[in-house]
């Protein structure tokens, strides 16, 4: 099943060889990164949390969230800070590509192929290869979002 939207842009990005892409409509803002504290019981992919102007933010770490080894932070790595229905969230990324227009995207559903990455809402072909389209707003399982509220010590 193919789709095309055309109400927005995709912002495009690498962890490791493989390119992501995600809504520009979630996203607040792209900065280098930062020092990330650790959050000790965080759920699984939390690598920590940033201090965005007086906002704490968690970090996830999409090398671990997608079962890859963690790796050291380099100087050149991204946190896409982008908005999900119950928090705002900091992806570590390696780093954006560029933003392509939703309307070039043709973009086929992942929902039968994928079934384990509820996250991940279609793929996209585009000029350097496959594009896995994060859906932002269901990045955080319930069980995500219960655990974080627990790690940063906010009402249950």
């Known amino acids: 099943m193919k789709t095309s939207t055309s109400s927005d842009s995709l912002i495009i990005f690498l962890v490791g060889e493989q390119q992501f892409a995600v809504s520009v409509a979630a996203v607040e803002r792209v900065v280098r990164v930062v020092e990330i504290a650790p959050l000790p019981e965080a759920p699984q992919g939390v690598r920590g949390v940033i201090n965005l102007q007086g906002r704490i933010v968690p970090v996830f770490d999409l090398w671990s969230r997608f079962g890859q080894p963690g790796r050291e932070l380099r100087a050149s790595d ?75 010590k906010l009402e249950p």
């Open 78 to 152: 991204h946190l896409i800070v982008a908005h999900t229905p119950w928090r705002t969230i900091a992806l570590l990324v390696d780093t954006v590509v560029s933003v392509v227009p939703h309307l070039k995207a043709d973009i086929t559903t992942t929902a039968d192929m994928l079934p384990d990455l509820a996250s991940v809402s279609g793929v996209m072909k585009l000029d350097g290869g496959l594009v896995l389209v994060q859906d932002i707003e269901r990045f955080l399982s319930i069980e995500d979002h219960a655990a974080l509220k627990i790690a940063l």
